[in-house]
């Protein structure tokens, strides 16, 4: 059974730092590229950051040198995903999700990020 659960996410001041962390079933998450996304109120899912089952990072133009993807991959069942965040702005604020690389259609809940200028 697929299953993404997103945690970490708050209300953080402009400048700030948040660490999100996303669980996701062993199965969905063996040797697949995975990400992090994000959507903002009355804007389309975007792709923020990914990385490779080798661990080659990728990030959007808009959080590069100010967030950091990582994994951990586990030999059972959960396996975990992290964002690093920081130097957090107004722009940063919106729901996050993790999901494989390219997404498959099963999103989690999502955490939410607000950012206070």
């Known amino acids: 059974q697929v299953q993404l659960v997103e945690s970490g996410g708050g209300l953080v001041q402009a400048g700030g730092s948040l660490r999100l962390s996303c669980a996701a079933s062993g199965t969905m998450f063996s040797g697949r590229n995975m990400g992090w996304y994000r959507q903002a109120p009355g804007k389309q899912r975007e792709s923020v950051a990914t990385?490779?089952?080798?661990?080659?990072?990728?990030?959007?133009d808009s959080v590069k040198g100010r967030f950091a993807i990582s994994r951990v991959n586990a030999m059972n069942t959960m396996n975990t995903l992290y964002l690093q965040m920081n130097s957090l702005n107004a722009e940063d604020t919106a729901v996050y999700y993790c999901?494989?690389?390219?997404?498959?259609?099963?999103w989690g809940q999502g955490t939410r990020v607000t950012v206070s200028s």
């Open positions: 990385i490779t089952w080798r661990g080659t990072v990728n990030y959007a």
């Open positions: 999901n494989t690389w390219p997404p498959l259609d099963v």
